[in-house]
């Protein structure tokens, strides 16, 4: 109970209903005495409202102890190392923050700091600097959005704010500004909670507290698909995505924080499954045994197997994309992977490897794939915008590694009208790869992390970008690099690429076509789908 003399205080007091809430709740079940005897000698209402804001700053959590947790070592690390952490932070080559001790959450000495880290901690600081104060990381299960949430205590807590840190169990960690550390639950820490100087960083919480501290949380699709995350989704948080990891990223934080596993399974696997770390390095780090690569790539990739044996039919695939219910977003998180513009804020769908989408194919019959179509037609959703453009780049691609098909083509300016035939296939892991197809006539499907501006390619000349927008401009960097590495470029600079936008017939224009180039590509539309 609270003493009624601190209530009436409080309650007189010309303060909002959230803190007073917080202030009753801080002195439940608490000797209040000492301060009513101190408050009983002020007459002003700033003055007490000053020194009850004083008073639970410095006594919240004071009564609980942190020895069971990793996270009185992360105090530590950052009193021993503030000044060199300050440092070094702006510093954007450095990927690498080491300690002599595990790490709460991470439960490594090291931390490996992605650049999509920095950039985001710092979209996260601008907008909070303009009043913004709900945030909310996602992306792909399993990416390292918790080792992302440790990245920004380090950061705030060498810029002296208070945080706040709750991890997936009901427990709270408060971090002062002098670095002093305490745990306890909600109610230890309401007044903090609900001053906008504090920052709360919640760990794969599905009902995250609503307050007025600068809120950032963390969750994989499959918790904001639950009912009780609905709540602060109401709130409209600023959504940021975070992308799978590259191949470059895994192998360097292979060497640096699990440097047992063999970097070919590390390779092998990101093939398989795809640039997640949890199924790329943490499933394999306790059997390194090189001798049993079989078997442990097999036990890191069952989830991946199992998500593929569930998705036999487009009715499931389309539902990983359309449903909120957690077993279909499930599949989706192990199977298709979300990946993020240069600004986080919105994503596009990719097979999470090619080994998936193969696999995929190989249990989805033919008249799936017509039906495919079918399907992606009506789908006018706005939410299903992403997915309707997915699921047409997997037809498309499907269409041209099998079968003998014809297609209509259309030059973009003008009438005049040709037809394209589909030739035998290939696959282009890199840029490199491309110089290994010097014949005619044969399709490559390059992997996608490596070839953003081009969807297929058909040698010697051909390029193919499959889009469902009117909108689609031409992305001249990545065009600049494909094409000074193609073998028929390479002998001649002076050669024509055909550049082909593959679409679904109910597109009859494309606008945002620019390019820089005059003689290395003509642009031709190609109509799919047309009874």
């Not at 408050?39 to 007490?48: A, R």
């Not at 002093?180 to 906008?196: A, C, E, H, R």
């Not at 639950?226 to 360097?252: D, N, S, V």
Request: glycine content about 4%.
């Amino acid at each position: 109970m609270t003493s009624s003399i601190i209530t009436d205080i409080i309650l007189d007091l010309p303060l909002d209903d959230i803190e007073k809430a917080s202030l009753l709740s801080f002195f439940t079940d608490r000797d209040a005495s000492k301060v009513e005897a101190v408050l009983s000698k002020i007459t002003k209402d700033e003055i007490k409202t000053e020194y009850l804001r004083k008073y639970v700053k410095s006594n919240a959590g004071k009564h609980k102890s942190t020895e069971s947790n990793g996270f009185n070592k992360k105090q530590k690390f950052v009193r021993n190392q503030k000044q060199k952490l300050c440092a070094i932070q702006d510093q954007q080559d450095n990927t690498i923050i080491q300690h002599d001790e595990d790490l709460a959450v991470l439960e490594k000495s090291v931390l490996y700091v992605r650049k999509s880290y920095k950039y985001l901690y710092n979209t996260l600081k601008e907008n909070s600097a303009v009043g913004l104060r709900r945030f909310l990381i996602t992306g792909t299960s399993g990416i390292g959005k918790s080792c992302f949430l440790i990245y920004i205590l380090i950061q705030l807590l060498c810029e002296g704010v208070t945080v706040i840190f709750q991890p997936i169990n009901d427990e709270y960690f408060c971090i002062e500004e002098n670095l002093t550390i305490s745990s306890g639950k909600y109610v230890d820490f309401m007044y903090q909670l609900n001053l906008p100087t504090t920052w709360y960083l919640a760990d794969g919480i599905i009902s995250p507290r609503l307050v007025l501290a600068k809120t950032v949380v963390a969750l994989s699709p499959n918790g904001i698909a639950t009912k009780e995350f609905q709540e602060f989704e109401k709130r409209h948080p600023i959504e940021y995505y975070m992308g799978p990891w590259a191949l470059e990223e895994l192998l360097t934080c292979r060497e640096h924080v699990f440097p047992l596993v063999p970097k070919e399974i590390v390779t092998n696997l990101f093939h398989k499954a795809g640039g997640v770390p949890r199924y790329v390095l943490q499933n394999v780090e306790k059997r390194p045994d090189a001798k049993e690569m079989e078997i442990v790539e097999k036990e890191a990739c069952k989830r991946i197997e199992l998500a593929i044996s569930e998705t036999d039919d487009f009715d499931k695939i389309i539902k990983c994309f359309t449903e909120n219910e957690g077993t279909y977003v499930e599949i989706s998180n192990r199977i298709v992977h979300r990946i993020p513009d240069e600004t986080h804020c919105d994503y596009h769908y990719e097979w999470a490897s090619a080994y998936v989408f193969d696999r995929i194919q190989e249990r989805l019959e033919e008249k799936a794939w017509v039906d495919c179509l079918h399907k992606i037609r009506i789908m006018r959703n706005p939410y299903e915008a992403s997915a309707r453009g997915f699921l047409f780049e997997c037809y498309v691609i499907h269409l041209f590694r099998t079968g003998n098909q014809k297609f209509e083509v259309r030059k973009l300016r003008g009438e005049e009208k040709d037809q394209f035939r589909k030739p035998n296939a290939g696959f282009v892991r890199n840029l490199s790869d491309l110089l290994k197809y010097s014949g005619e006539n044969i399709v490559i499907v390059p992997d996608k992390q490596n070839f953003g501006a081009v969807d297929l390619f058909v040698t010697p000349n051909c390029i193919f970008q499959v889009t469902v927008s009117e909108h689609h401009p031409i992305k001249q960097v990545e065009l600049t690099k494909v094409i000074t590495s193609m073998p028929v470029y390479i002998s001649d600079q002076n050669a024509k690429i055909q550049l082909y936008f593959v679409v679904p017939d109910d597109i009859l224009y494309m606008t945002n076509l620019n390019t820089k180039f005059t003689q290395l590509e003509i642009k031709i539309l190609m109509k799919i789908g047309k009874s």
